[in-house]
């Protein structure tokens, strides 16, 4: 939210106003122009041209219309018209691992196919007017933010034209019977309501260690958590302080994704992108690097997303 946008829609600040068009409005041009921002950057990395882009992924659940931001996204990016395109809406916090999930299937079974994956999100359907009663949304105005990522998805690298870091070696996703209440969103006149169950850290803390093992099963003699490294989305600080203590993880392990949430904040299907840039370049200048890590993520349902990594640096 800013002044500039108050100024122009004065009665996102009034309370029980009918605001959803309004902020739709706003939230469908913002998200795209994001998303073009994150994807034209990651083009500029990966070296080749935006031509070559077979299939796009995009996540997000910050906008509702019809086409999708995937359509014009690839128009705005100059992508062929015939890319093969995948929209992935309202999935929240765990959407940018899920996006990955999709992004490595696609090009495992298209040989040749380069995916742009990108995700783009903004509050501003969540945002609700200052109220005494509910001194809580200050907690979630600190803590969400908004932002996009891009990351391009492939088999086989052209040899010194693309420099991947990472492979994703396998994924799982899984839900937790009986606790699609814990996460709740609803849509209505005012935007989006979310209400968070005080027992979401415990139901993560429950099952995370499980669920992880599943994972680590694919990998080459993984036995030990802190042999790892890892890329988890920060939720926030009791969900990370949580799956520290419960893993018994090295007070470092978790670095990056402290750093991402205190430079930018639950950025929900983002955030898991920032964390990974992080950890790009702590096994870049670290000696001894690990090999083998997880990147992490929870959300609705509840449901657990997760990938197996393997650094290729």
């Known amino acids: 939210m800013s002044k500039e946008i108050l100024d122009e829609y004065p009665e996102l600040a009034t309370e029980g106003s009918s605001t959803i068009s309004q902020r739709l409005t706003i939230a469908n041009q913002a998200v795209t122009e994001m998303a073009k921002e994150a994807s034209l950057a990651c083009f500029k990395q990966w070296g080749r041209p935006a031509e070559d882009i077979t299939h796009i992924v995009y996540v997000s659940s910050s906008e509702i219309r019809l086409p999708g931001g995937d359509l014009y996204l690839a128009s705005e990016l100059g992508l062929r018209n015939d890319v093969n395109r995948v929209m992935l809406y309202f999935l929240g916090c765990y959407g940018g691992v899920t996006g990955l999930r999709v992004a490595k299937d696609i090009a495992e079974n298209n040989p040749g196919s380069r995916v742009l994956l990108t995700t783009s999100e903004t509050t501003i359907l969540g945002f609700r007017p200052p109220n005494k009663s509910r001194p809580y949304d200050l907690v979630g105005a600190a803590l969400f933010g908004d932002g996009a990522a891009a990351a391009i998805i492939g088999a086989d690298p052209i040899s010194k034209v693309e420099s991947p870091f990472l492979e994703l070696s396998y994924a799982v996703q899984q839900f937790l019977p009986g606790t699609h209440n814990v996460i709740d969103g609803r849509l209505t006149e005012e935007g989006i309501n979310f209400k968070l169950g005080r027992d979401l ?100 349902g509840i449901t657990f997303e997760g990938i197996l990594l393997r650094s290729l640096g």
Not at 219 to 237: C, I, K, R, T
Not at 242 to 251: D, F, P, W, Y
Not at 277 to 285: A, C, F, I, P, S
């Open 201 to 300: 850290p415990q139901k993560i803390d429950d099952n995370i260690e499980g669920f992880c093992k599943k994972l680590m099963e694919k990998g080459s003699n993984l036995e030990d958590f802190n042999d790892l490294f890892w890329a988890v989305h920060p939720g926030g600080p009791a969900i990370l302080n949580r799956l520290e203590t419960t893993l018994k993880l090295k007070g470092e392990k978790l670095d990056c994704s402290r750093k991402a949430l205190m430079d930018f904040g639950n950025v929900s299907s983002n955030t898991i992108f920032y964390v990974m840039e992080y950890m790009r370049d702590e096994l870049r200048n670290k000696e001894n690097s690990e090999e083998w890590g997880l990147a992490l993520a929870f959300g609705p």
